[in-house]
């Protein structure tokens, strides 16, 4: 086994073992589990292949990065529980994980917040063409404005918000003064939410001058948004995604982009990250990027950590009582 072990060995039914992160030590999650009675020990990995050696006996995993497959988990037989850092699981596979009773903890209300608001930081400045703009200004060419133009006002405008769930819904939240209307899709909603108008996706597509995704990334979704929904998008509309890169498919997005179907994107999440130096999308003017830190405030990092190892803890002391989002597999 290759990378670090700290942490003295404890009563393996009652240890969660680290395998991965980007946390210098495991401090707060050790601070987090004590009070649970649960030890929590760091044995850093760069291969899943070595995540057996490092769990050992140990009845809990936490993961980040790391692909955690039936293989694994088979390897792992008294695993109880896996925790992953974030919101989404789409590293662990979740049918093998329930048929060997394995709960799995994500954390999926620990960056709501920040989310939220780095989705609407890159509406508001792609409507208003800030990029573009610090760009003309660099170059010397302050008086040349009507490069950016049009620029429609938001109060005129609908937003659309393909997912509804705690970070659609602080999104609308945060958005209500902002546009004219909010109109959503989610199926698990319903056809009713205060200050949001629940419609058909390819209405969605349709009518909102700005498309935000919030969903996660399954089988279903992945390039939910292909050629023929990016066609479907209004002419001069932008896509925001903070999700999952997935649900992209970029090459479509490239080709959607010429056309003015969006008119503009705002990605804070690539299929590839991060991605290769050759991505045409890279090169594109009409993208604005930021690496995949939509998630990031100085209180969620200490907030996933506490969070995530409280909930794993509390799950190998008290088995489903720790996870307000308890997991449901594809079947």
């Known amino acids: 086994m290759s990378g670090s072990v700290e942490g003295p060995t404890c009563d393996p039914s009652r240890t969660l073992v680290i395998v991965d992160g980007a946390f210098p030590d495991a401090e707060v999650e050790r601070a987090a589990a004590a009070s649970h009675g649960v030890a929590v020990e760091r044995r850093i ?27 694994t988990i088979t390897a792992c037989p008294r695993l109880r529980v896996i925790g992953r850092y974030g919101v989404g699981v789409d590293n662990v596979d979740l ?25 609407l930081a890159l509406m508001l400045a792609s409507w ?27 109060s005129e405008q609908t937003l659309g918000l393909v997912g509804l769930g705690r970070i659609g819904r602080e999104v609308a939240r945060q958005a209500g003064g902002l546009f004219g209307e909010i109109v959503a899709h989610d199926p698990l909603i319903g056809d009713r939410f205060p200050g949001v108008e629940m419609v058909a996706l390819d209405e969605l597509l349709a009518v909102s001058a700005v498309v935000s995704l919030h969903l996660p990334l399954t089988a279903e979704t992945t390039h939910l948004m292909d050629a023929d929904r990016l066609a479907r998008m209004r002419p001069g509309s932008l896509l925001v995604n903070v999700s999952r890169g997935g649900l992209v498919n970029s090459t479509a997005l490239l080709h959607a982009l010429d056309a003015g179907r969006p008119r503009l994107a705002a990605l804070d999440v690539l299929s590839r990250e991060p ?49 307000p989002d308890r997991l449901d597999p594809p079947t």
């Not at 291969?47 to 039936?70: H, K, M, N, R, T």
């Not at 800030?130 to 049009?150: K, Q």
């Open 275 to 323: 991605p290769a130096a050759a991505d045409p999308l890279l090169a594109h003017p009409a993208v604005l990027f930021s690496n995949h830190i939509a998630w990031y405030s100085t209180r969620s990092i200490v907030r996933l950590r506490s969070t995530l190892a409280t909930r794993c803890a509390a799950a190998l002391v008290e088995p489903g009582a720790a996870d």
């Open 45 to 71: 990995v760069a291969d899943p292949a070595e995540i057996p050696a490092a769990v050992g006996a140990a009845a809990g995993l936490l993961v980040q990065f790391l692909q955690i497959d039936q293989g």
């Open 95 to 119: 049918v093998a994980a329930r048929r060997a009773g394995i709960q799995v903890i994500p954390v999926p209300d620990y960056a709501v917040e920040e989310v939220a608001t780095h989705s």
């Open 128 to 154: 208003r063409r800030l990029p573009a703009a610090d760009r003309l200004v660099r170059a010397g060419r302050w008086a040349e404005w009507e490069r950016l133009t049009p620029i429609e006002p938001l």
